[in-house]
């Protein structure tokens, strides 16, 4: 079946650091992905989003990466802040037209101060 | 000024009760969803709306029925409850006919089943 999947559920990254986290999705088709924050209490919020025409998107602070070869997505935040302590996830849509979107498991992001 | 709020955010009932969720959203979409995250934290949509049209019903049980009275306005209905369905529902809206599916969620509602 399709999934998106992480390769770590845990991420723990010093204030200022730059931080990496990784999905993996199994769907050759999926042509839109997109990063979602999830914070304590919250609903998912979006972050960046990228179409399968590109490789690379950057936003304040945020770079998304998606590397169609090998079906793997990443997201890059750079000079991380006690605030982006959440949980990540990855989402992709099967498909133009089709409005279902498959999240990944998501990895806990924190930050230590 | 939210954009998705559903109602009411939490939510304890005892097994066998019937008990509804409201989503409203005022950012003029005409698609809306609902979303199951499990105590894991996966996300797993349920059901998708558009123009008070159903075009996506995931393997969702029958005791589970959405209603889209219009655009605005996605309930989900849950019969019978049981203790599997206490989860977080998320309830969503994006505009369908971009290329890109950008949904924007609501606060949840944590149902919890006893």
């Known amino acids: 079946g399709e999934s998106v999947g992480l390769h770590l559920p845990t991420l723990s990254v010093q204030e200022g650091d730059n931080s990496i986290i990784n999905c993996a999705y199994s769907?050759?088709?999926?042509?839109?992905f997109i990063w979602y924050k999830q914070e304590s209490g919250k609903g998912p919020q979006f972050i960046i989003d990228?179409?399968?025409?590109?490789d690379k998107r950057q936003g304040q602070r945020v770079t998304v990466l998606l590397n169609k070869t090998v079906k793997h997505l990443s997201l890059q935040i750079a000079a991380t802040q006690p605030g982006d302590s959440a949980v990540y996830f990855c989402?992709?849509?099967?498909?133009?037209?089709?409005?279902?979107?498959?999240f990944g498991t998501g990895t806990r992001l924190t930050i230590i101060p | 000024d939210t954009a998705v709020s559903q109602t009411p955010k939490y939510l304890v009932t005892q097994m066998g009760n019937d008990k509804s969720i409201k989503c409203e959203q005022n950012l003029g979409h005409d698609t809306m969803y609902w979303y199951k995250q499990d105590s894991k934290k996966f996300l797993k949509i349920m059901f998708s709306?558009?123009?008070?049209?159903?075009?996506i019903n995931e393997t969702v049980p029958n005791r589970f029925s959405p209603k889209s009275p219009d655009k605005a306005h996605l309930n989900l209905h849950i019969n019978s409850l049981e203790l599997g369905d206490s989860a977080v529902y998320f309830c969503?809206?994006?505009?369908?006919?971009?290329?890109?599916?950008?949904?924007?969620f609501g606060q949840g509602t944590r149902l919890t089943v006893v």
């Open positions: 990228i179409r399968s025409n590109m």
């Open positions: 709306y558009n123009n008070k049209e159903l075009i």
């Open positions: 769907n050759s088709a999926s042509d839109y």
């Open positions: 989402a992709e849509r099967a498909g133009f037209g089709n409005e279902k979107l498959t």
């Open positions: 969503a809206s994006s505009k369908r006919g971009r290329s890109g599916t950008e949904a924007f």
